[in-house]
């Protein structure tokens, strides 16, 4: 099994920057791979990025790609979403999920098997 805790969410205004910070616990951190999502009140959960278990690839939504950076640090057992130039439209609960069986596609929801509880993202215009 595998806890995940998000952390690092609150108000910024258009233009800010925030870094989400997500801590493992449970199995062997470096055996698997990570994704961020999001979710906005009345919407569907929406993919954002994924980080392979080394770090070597990230994928990333289109909308967010050049302003959101994955990365990981398999010593402390975190994995972090830098999201600089934030907008309106990327407010939102954003949530860390482990896929340790590899058995679906990466930026479905359905693939993943481990969430945590999610932190809140505001953007204000």
């Known amino acids: 099994q595998v806890q995940l805790v998000e952390s690092g969410g609150g108000s910024v205004q258009a233009g800010g920057s925030l870094r989400l910070s997500c801590t493992a616990s449970?199995?062997?951190?470096?055996?698997?791979?990570l994704g961020w999502f999001r979710q906005a009140p009345g919407k569907e959960r929406e993919f954002v990025g994924r980080?392979?278990?080394?770090?070597?690839?990230?994928y990333y939504l289109n909308s967010v790609k050049g302003r959101f950076t994955i990365s990981r640090d398999n010593a402390k057992n975190m994995v972090y979403l830098q999201m600089n130039s934030l907008k309106p439209e990327d407010t939102a609960v954003y949530y860390c999920?482990?896929?340790?069986?590899?058995?679906?596609?990466?930026?479905?929801?359905?693939?993943?098997?481990?969430w945590g509880q999610g932190t809140q993202v505001s953007v204000s215009s």
């Open positions: 999920a482990a896929d340790v069986n590899y058995r679906g596609t990466y930026n479905s929801p359905t693939a993943y098997d481990y």
């Open positions: 980080i392979n278990w080394n770090g070597s690839r990230t």
């Open positions: 449970g199995r062997t951190f470096g055996g698997y791979a």
